[in-house]
């Protein structure tokens, strides 16, 4: 099976930008879903196919791909954003689904 | 509302095996397919396997292939993950999690997994 891969750690400043990417040949063809993970929860979906978002989850969150790497941008980062973000794709050749390492993201 | 609830933690002696169920409420049981990703502990999530709960189709990721049986019992809405000759690498956080899909504008298929159940520990230790 495929793998795909993330930064484990990415910080951003209060209010401020950031994007977190993950790259994986299966994302040529698949589109990622991203899940925001806290301590001590279940991961909750936060973005899915081509830029779309669960109800309930802020605007401030999108999604974009591009080749190989599939991305989530948070414009004004909030401190309830500090969390663990998993990117998944589903594998273009197995009947599986992948799971990227995960980036901490730390809100400063 | 969906729901997905687990049952409780196990603890389990190497070589033994475990069964975990996730009983499904607030939609249609047999209409989606359910994955099981499990979380070893200060790790990653890691997909497992998934079932269809209409027909019982299943797909096991390839490192569990022997080990895992996937089942399902359309009349609670309850899905079973079935794990055999456990060892200690197994200790990990179980989640039940809901197959979504869509084709876009393009009939390009995408999936995502929502919601979630709880979780579920199961520690294997001598």
């Known amino acids: 099976s495929s793998e795909v891969t993330q930064d484990p750690t990415v910080s951003v400043a209060l209010g401020q930008t950031v994007k977190i990417t993950c790259q994986g040949d299966s994302l040529r063809s698949n589109y990622a879903s991203w899940y925001q993970q806290k301590a001590g929860q279940a991961p909750v979906v936060v973005m899915y196919?081509?830029?779309k978002r669960p109800s309930g989850i802020p605007d401030r969150f999108s999604g974009s791909a591009l080749g190989n790497t599939a991305s989530l941008t948070i414009i004004g980062a909030q401190a309830e954003d500090e969390a663990d973000y998993y990117c998944n794709s589903r594998d273009s050749g197995d009947n599986e689904w992948v799971f990227g390492g995960g980036t901490k993201l730390t809100v400063l | 509302q969906m729901q997905l609830v687990q049952s409780g933690a196990e603890v389990k002696k190497p070589g033994a095996s475990v069964k975990i169920s996730c009983k499904a409420s607030g939609y249609s049981f047999t209409s989606h397919w359910m994955h099981w990703v499990r979380q070893a502990p200060g790790q990653g999530l890691e997909w497992v396997g998934i079932?269809?709960?209409?027909?019982?189709?299943?797909e096991y990721a390839q490192k569990f292939q022997g080990r895992i049986t996937l089942t399902r019992d359309t009349s609670t809405g309850t899905v079973y993950m079935d794990l055999i000759s456990l060892r200690s690498e197994d200790t990990a956080v179980y989640y039940c999690?809901?197959?979504?899909?869509?084709?876009?504008?393009?009939?390009?298929?995408?999936?995502?997994?929502?919601?979630w159940g709880q979780g579920t520990l199961v520690t294997v230790s001598s």
């Open positions: 196919g081509k830029n």
């Open positions: 079932i269809n709960a209409g027909d019982g189709t299943t």
């Open positions: 999690a809901r197959d979504q899909s869509q084709l876009d504008t393009a009939m390009i298929l995408y999936w995502w997994f929502a919601p």
